[in-house]
């Protein structure tokens, strides 16, 4: 009775230490670069939700256009190679990212 608990035991903190791992991804690389993008995307515009001037007196709705225009062709290669990049390709909040962007 006592093997049998302590297995069990053993087993919960094995499936615990396991699940507290982050999970591989199989594109990390493009997993920072879609994070990077989103970060940049959506940058002027919660600086305008806020309503702080840009530090470098730059028009942000020019800067989010720029962005955009900037970010394009380079979601329209990724889907071109990878296709939508899914959470076993980039992770969860990378592939949130990606969706976002586009």
């Known amino acids: 009775m006592k093997v049998s608990a302590l297995a069990g035991v053993v087993w919960c903190f094995s499936a615990l230490g396991a699940a507290a791992q982050p999970t591989p991804v199989a594109y990390p690389v493009l ?7 989103a970060y940049v995307d959506q940058w002027p515009m919660q600086q305008l939700f806020k ?11 020019q800067v989010e256009a720029d962005n955009f225009a900037r970010h394009q ?5 990724i889907v071109r190679q990878v ?10 909040t990378s592939s ?7």
């Not at 062709?73 to 290669?77: A, F, G, N, Q, T």
């Open 73 to 77: 062709p380079i979601l329209e290669r």
């Open 51 to 61: 309503q702080l001037p840009d530090s470098a007196g730059r028009n942000l709705v």
């Open 96 to 102: 949130n990212n990606f969706w976002l962007l586009v």
């Open 83 to 92: 296709g939508y990049p899914g959470f076993r390709q980039v992770g969860e």
């Open 31 to 37: 997993s920072k670069t879609l994070d990077s993008l």
